[in-house]
């Protein structure tokens, strides 16, 4: 079975330019979650959704960050205008409901210069 | 509010050394716990996990069990190898307010030398 699958891997922008990230999560799971890893703030969690829903939006840093989950199996995370301090590696994870284990796809690694 | 404690790296054992990998945890209700690897370059992977007081989780060779009097959650290995370096997270599931969420620690980078 696939796991998650986030796209793409690695990107590499200037500061000022738009990003986005995407995300499939496993087929059959309702809850989906993005997360950020840096060496400084370690693993923090920005948005999670349940049935498509956001939920709890609360680690979403500022305004310049927007996620949406049009559908079961597709969500994105925007950032405009990026800034250098967004650089960090970009999680999804997805469960088969909230309170279950979560399956994380293999970041994004994002350089923004 | 809910959160993981466990204690920080780095740790550096030869291979065939017993692992212990404290982790400590405050939560209201009753939470499931978790501990997730991550090996370099790649995303967290679970690990094992405990759903309730005294379950113990396991796998590959590694160990923990709910704890609620300590409200602890250690990891344990009797006997580790190069290929478990990596970087392992505590964490629980919210109960109640917080449910929905996993509230993971800091992590605990573990290096295994021949």
């Known amino acids: 079975d696939a796991g998650v699958i986030q796209s793409p891997r690695h990107e590499v922008t200037e500061m000022g330019q738009e990003v986005t990230l995407r995300c499939k999560p496993i087929s059959g799971h309702n809850s989906l979650f993005w997360y950020r890893q840096t060496m400084m703030r370690g693993l923090e969690l920005l948005i999670y959704?349940?049935?498509?829903?956001?939920?709890?939006d609360s680690g979403m840093p500022e305004d310049r960050f927007s996620a949406k989950m049009p559908n079961a199996s597709f969500s994105t995370l925007k950032i405009q205008p990026s800034e250098p301090r967004d650089s960090a590696v970009y999680f999804c994870?997805?469960?088969?409901?909230?309170?279950?284990?979560?399956?994380f796809g293999p970041g994004t690694r994002l350089t923004v210069t | 509010g809910d959160s993981v404690t466990q204690m920080e790296g780095p740790v550096t054992l030869s291979e065939e050394a017993c692992l212990t990998i404290?982790?400590?945890?405050?939560?209201?209700?009753?939470?499931?716990l978790f501990w997730y690897v991550q090996y370099p370059g790649e995303g967290l992977q679970l690990l094992l996990k405990a759903t309730k007081a005294d379950d113990k989780g396991s796998n590959k060779g590694f160990e923990a069990t709910y704890r609620k009097e300590t409200t602890s959650f250690h990891l344990e290995k009797g006997s580790v190898q190069v290929s478990d370096s990596a970087v392992y997270f505590c964490?629980?599931?919210?109960?109640?307010?917080?449910?929905?969420?996993?509230?993971f620690g800091k992590g605990t980078k573990l290096s295994v030398k021949p």
């Open positions: 404290n982790c400590t945890y405050t939560a209201t209700g009753y939470p499931s």
């Open positions: 964490a629980l599931s919210g109960y109640g307010g917080s449910q929905g969420n996993l509230i």
């Open positions: 959704f349940n049935n498509n829903v956001p939920i709890d």
């Open positions: 994870a997805s469960s088969f409901d909230r309170s279950y284990e979560q399956y």
